[in-house]
């Protein structure tokens, strides 16, 4: 299975040249700012469907790692990050190039991607087996808690005021029920429409979320072009030996905290980059210099978004549980290629497994030389105005959404959902609990009300079977900790009651 | 003040929407079969959590000042954006009835138009680019993918 895995991605020179397209046009997507790694993975995915498995999930993830690499270079060339999970980096980026150590920023944020995105590699190819026997162990029970758990935590660790959060996974939820019923034979809220019996498109609803809501936020701003950037010089990785020394553990403390952050569902690039730098500035002997120009907050920066690739693969592989947004776009493509994740994965799809592995090893490997050797190629590639490339995105939307299932249904359901992110984002309700909620509440109602039945209406076993216990109260201290946290804070006086309220 | 009305509009508009999905539930109360909670359950419940919440988030917007930091927007972005949103849906309800070229050669040529700032607008550039687009995005999906788009009214073709 390992020999075949590797092979189908080594051995294959058309799987080789994929990976190379990918990365190349997931750099390009990357480091435009308002295009982002789900909006590669998007548009290509149609693209994916008339390829074989292997190649079809080495292209996604060659897209995925190649936006979240190519987010550094207007982070530090325009001090606009070209992805959310770049922000960190034009904290010292920008300063940086300020100072005309451009090259050196960029020499630094590319090695420390690679090595942050080895590292993550290593951990899903160590991590994911075992994490698949434990899962072995799951029920019903393990399921419905897990998927609460899930929840729980996107809700309690979003960047939005809670109760925004929890309402954005409560409507996930809601319009996952669309549909037919899986057990009793009634139709839930489709009024009387044939083409919703089967529920919305996951598809449908990535796209209008990401994408066509981007198209919307850029007609409502009043947004300038950016300015053009300058071609730069680029003389090794800027990195001496004694530096190198000198961030050794930041950047494994850096890569660790990345992974973490991959593994738990609905937290991105943008947390693990912005935790591990408040890690390092924190932790520094001299953190006044953070934010004047230093390495070092690039260094944790940079290596773990890309650490958060390979940890976010983790919980999607074996546990059809997405990481992140990316990979909750992944998981579609991996069911139209008819693989269902899980803890059965290895037994099934073995050599898709190994297949996944080599992809995220060359797809590191070659956005390396291709983001060092082709930086100013790059650059050049950039001149394309955003007021010309979103509505592009739009027509291209619009293919994926019809590729999906050949229905123009879905593709106006892009729309409507386009329009609902658009209202959501107004009111300050974050779109990913929403997300997250839908893709879980199919298998959340399913395993609870199974559960229910079979124990007779009980709900004992979710709390007497160890594993599921551990869920619950995972997903109990992540929705009540933070409440607790602010009732403490009222009545030591450091805030009122509305803004404890609100979490 | 603006913000902090338009924020309590649109949560009373979950809750209006909480309350209808409530009502509705009633009609598809069915259990599987005994000890199933039913159809209904998940849905229910969830719809008076969100009702719940969004009483609770205007209450506290009523109660205290807690207007967004959103910034005013122009006239000219409300209807650049407004018509945005009208091209998009155009675009997609029309998909299938104009066919897939006219449609998208139309809502190219119309965005870029709109979202174009003034100073850089070419009506030239404009029509090329809606036209080279258009016809590499078919040549590739519909050609290199074998992807069936809707002809619309070029079903003579």
Redo the contacts between chains.
């Keep these: 299975m390992m020999q075949a895995g590797f092979l189908a991605v080594f051995g294959s020179p058309m799987c080789l040249l994929w990976i190379f397209m990918g990365v190349v046009v997931g750099l390009i997507f990357g480091a435009i700012p308002g295009l982002s790694a789900p909006i590669a993975v998007l548009l290509f995915l ?2 994916t ?2 390829m074989s498995d292997i190649q079809g999930i080495a292209v996604l993830i060659a897209l995925y790692v190649g936006s979240t690499s190519g987010g550094l270079i207007s982070a530090i060339l325009l001090k606009i990050p070209g992805t959310p999970a770049s922000i960190a980096t034009v904290w010292e980026g920008g300063p940086m190039r300020d100072r005309g150590e451009a090259g050196k920023a960029l020499g630094v944020g590319i090695l420390y991607s690679f090595i942050g995105g080895i590292i993550s590699t290593i951990a899903l190819i160590f991590i994911s087996p075992l994490l698949a026997k434990v899962a072995m162990q799951f029920s019903i029970y393990e399921y419905a808690s897990m998927s609460f758990m899930a929840l729980a935590v996107i809700a309690s660790v979003c960047d939005a005021p809670m ?2 959060s ?2 954005s996974g ?2 996930g ?2 319009l996952s ?1 669309v549909g037919m ?1 899986a ?7 489709t009024f009387g429409s044939r083409q919703i019996l089967s529920g919305f498109s996951m598809t449908s609803l990535l796209i209008g979320f990401f994408a ?1 809501s981007e ?2 936020k ?5 947004d ?2 950016i300015g053009a950037m300058s071609l730069v010089k680029m003389k090794g990785f800027g990195v001496s030996w004694a530096e190198f020394k000198d961030n050794f553990w930041n950047m494994i403390r850096s890569a660790l905290i990345g992974i973490g952050i991959g593994i738990l569902p609905g937290i991105g690039g943008s947390t693990s980059s912005i935790l591990s730098y408040t890690v390092a500035k924190n932790s520094a002997k001299h953190p006044e210099e953070f934010g004047t120009g230093i390495i070092d907050g690039i260094v944790a920066s940079e290596t773990a978004n890309n650490a958060t690739i390979g940890g976010a693969l983790i919980p999607l592989l074996t546990l059809s549980i997405p990481g992140s947004t990316v990979c909750a776009i992944m998981l579609g493509g991996l069911q139209s290629h008819g693989v269902f994740p899980g803890p059965l994965i290895f037994e099934n799809n073995g050599t898709l497994m190994y297949g996944i592995y080599a992809s995220l090893i060359v797809a590191n490997i070659m956005f390396l030389v291709v983001e060092y050797k082709g930086l100013n190629l790059i650059v050049k590639a950039l001149k394309v ?1 955003t ?2 490339m ?3 995105v ?3 939307c ?2 994926g959404a ?2 999906d299932n ?1 229905r ?1 249904f879905d ?2 359901m ?2 409507f959902f ?2 609902l992110a ?2 959501l984002s ?3 309700i974050p779109s990913t609990p929403l997300i997250i909620g839908f893709i879980l509440g199919g298998n ?2 399913l395993n ?2 199974r559960a ?2 079979y ?3 009980s709900l004992k076993l979710f709390v007497t079977r160890p594993i599921s216990l551990v869920f619950v109260i995972i997903g109990m201290l992540m929705l009540f900790l933070p409440i607790i946290k602010s009732i403490r804070k009222y009545l030591t006086g450091r805030t ?1 009651i ?2 404890m ?2 979490g | 003040m603006q913000t902090k009305k ?2 309590i509009i ?2 009373m508009g ?1 809750v209006i929407l909480s309350v209808v ?1 409530l009502f ?1 539930c009633n009609g ?1 109360d ?14 229910r419940l ?2 008076w ?2 009702f719940g ?2 009483v ?2 205007i209450v ?1 917007m009523v ?2 000042n ?1 207007d ?1 930091e ?1 910034r005013i ?2 006239k ?3 209807i ?2 407004l ?3 009208a091209l ?2 155009c ?3 029309f ?2 009835s104009l066919g897939f070229i006219v449609d ?1 050669l139309l ?2 040529a119309l ?2 138009s ?4 003034k100073e ?1 607008y070419s009506w030239k550039k404009t029509l090329s ?1 809606s036209l080279v ?2 016809l590499i ?1 078919y040549v590739i ?1 519909a050609v290199g ?6 002809k619309g009214i070029l079903k003579f073709m």
């Design positions: 149609p693209m469907f008339g109760i925004n929890l309402i409560c409507l939820l809601f029920f019923d057990f009793a034979d009634v139709t839930r809220f066509i198209m919307f850029y007609a409502f701003s009043n300038k072009a105005p007021y010309i979103l509505p592009i739009v027509v291209m619009a293919v019809f590729a050949s123009v593709v106006k892009v729309f386009g329009v658009l209202l107004n009111m300050k959340l109602e609870l009300r229910l039945m124990e007779f209406g009122t509305p803004t309220i609100e | 338009k924020d649109s949560f979950l999905g509705l598809i069915k259990p599987f079969r005994e000890y199933d909670p039913g159809a209904a359950f998940l849905p969830i719809l959590i969100i919440l969004s609770i988030k506290l109660l205290e807690l967004g959103d927007l122009g000219q972005e409300i650049k954006g018509i945005t949103i998009v849906g675009y997609y309800f998909y299938k998208t809502y190219l965005q870029i709109v979202v174009t700032p850089k680019i687009t258009t995005v999906f993918f074998s992807m069936r788009f809707a």
